[in-house]
């Protein structure tokens, strides 16, 4: 059985979507290729209408056994889908009171803001990486101790490494949980990088947790790509602690 997608996810999904409807590539006059431009479109299409509901992914799967024979209609059918299910997406996160991308935090708004980020973490499927300046062994034991031991932990801080690491080192040694802690003193921004794909930007560091006024936003694609590849030459060059 399939399980419903939270209001975290449908942001995803709905910018993802969004993206590809904005990039959509030139399928021209010739028969699709494997492992073309076009083909990979379609493929990342799919996997995205087969997130949100089984009666998406069958239409899409329906669509593209037309592609052979009535290519054109089938890729007027895939983008009406597309166009469909984002304003779906839109309605659906109205009426979850969660119209707008992301949230925004004021002073004292603490237990909204650890419920999302919590919502955010645990949504991680096999890796989570935290880019935080000011990230310390406290938030550590509010937000990140409780993922799983099979999912990858990669914590990227500077300030209080000392501190993270008392919480980390002692976490592994009695759950074998697979953390990486690195120190470096050139973070610019507060992240969270979900599986190598999705990005959050955090407004304050999370050890405030709207003790002052920040805001959670996705990212979109394009510029979540950027900001993984910035961080991943960061992690690279990184001290290990």
Sequence with gaps: MRLPIDSTQKHIILLKLVDLYN????????????????????????????????????????NINMLVQYKDFA?????????????????????????????????????????DLKEIITSVNSEIMVVDPYFNGEAFDAYLSSIPNKKSIKILADKYTDD??????????????????????????????????DCWIVGQSIKDAAKKATYLIPLSPSIAASKIQIYSEIWSRSNEC
Excluded at 99 to 114: A, L, M, N, T
């Design 75 to 115: 890729i007027n059918s895939i983008l009406n889908q597309v166009g469909d299910a984002i304003e779906e997406l839109k309605l659906d996160l109205e009426l979850d009171g969660r119209s707008d991308i992301g949230s925004v935090y004021q002073p004292g708004d603490v237990y909204h803001f650890f419920t």
């Design 164 to 197: 993270i690491g008392k919480y980390t080192s002692k976490h592994m040694e009695q759950f074998q949980s697979k953390i990486e802690l690195r120190q470096t003193k050139e973070l610019h921004d507060r992240l969270l990088i979900i599986d190598n794909s």
């Design 23 to 62: 990039h959509v590539p030139d399928f021209g006059d010739s028969p699709i290729k494997a492992m073309s431009e076009e083909r990979l479109w379609i493929s990342q299409v799919g996997a995205l209408l087969s997130a949100i509901s089984i009666g998406n992914e069958v239409k899409h799967k329906t």
